[in-house]
């Protein structure tokens, strides 16, 4: 009984990181064109990334290792972006989108193969599954920056490229537009490690709907009301 108990304190705290963790996501994804060109506008957008790596962090909480771990990559994560906001030389640049893309592989790792253990197909693990497709977004979208960063003018806006330090709803679109496989052709990977990274997260975005629905079909545990039908 107090087995029971302990799991389904677990199965609702899991659903409310889950839908907090969601929610700071699709605000973030949502606000940047709309904040980024105003200076209290880009410290609003900042505080709704830190929402995000908190609950991203919280978000692992079921596996002490990797939360431990990903705790000190968080708070650095925090510090330079908050940095990088006022004070942007290149390394610094570097730092914060390098940091910024292992974080969110490390969270997006783990939470996919959450979705791949044993259980219920709860609203908890659908919440997750949601939430990690567009992580998948962010890591790519922090991984176009650093790209960007490194080669210049690696990605092209209606032809132009982009050599100054992009938008963050610029990159945030290309990320989204490239993992849903739309392909607008507005923006385009211009250089080979631009276009091969964009080719990969295309792959993923493709994969991964395929491969969460198997695994969750297949790893689903009836409850006691199928088993005696």
Known sequence: MIEMFKKRRQFRGLETR??????SIVLFFTL?????????GGLLLIL?????????TSALAEHRVL???????????MILVLVSHYYSPWPLLFANYLVLAAFLALVSGSLFIYLGQNGQITSG??????SLYFLLGLTWFALYNLINLVQPGSFAEAGTPL????HWSTMLYFSLVTLTTLGYG????VKP????????EASAGVLYIAITVARLVGSHTPSRDEREQ
């Open 18 to 23: 889950s839908i907090l963790l969601l929610v």
């Open 32 to 40: 940047a064109p709309i904040l980024e060109n105003y200076a209290t």
């Open 48 to 56: 709704n990334l830190y929402v995000t790596l908190v609950t991203a």
């Open 67 to 77: 939360f431990w771990i990903a705790i000190p990559i968080a708070i650095t994560s």
């Open 125 to 130: 693990r659908i919440l997750v599954s949601v």
């Open 163 to 166: 050599t100054g330090i992009a």
């Open 186 to 189: 507005d923006i385009v990977a």
């Open 193 to 200: 490690t631009a276009r091969m990274v964009a080719t990969l």
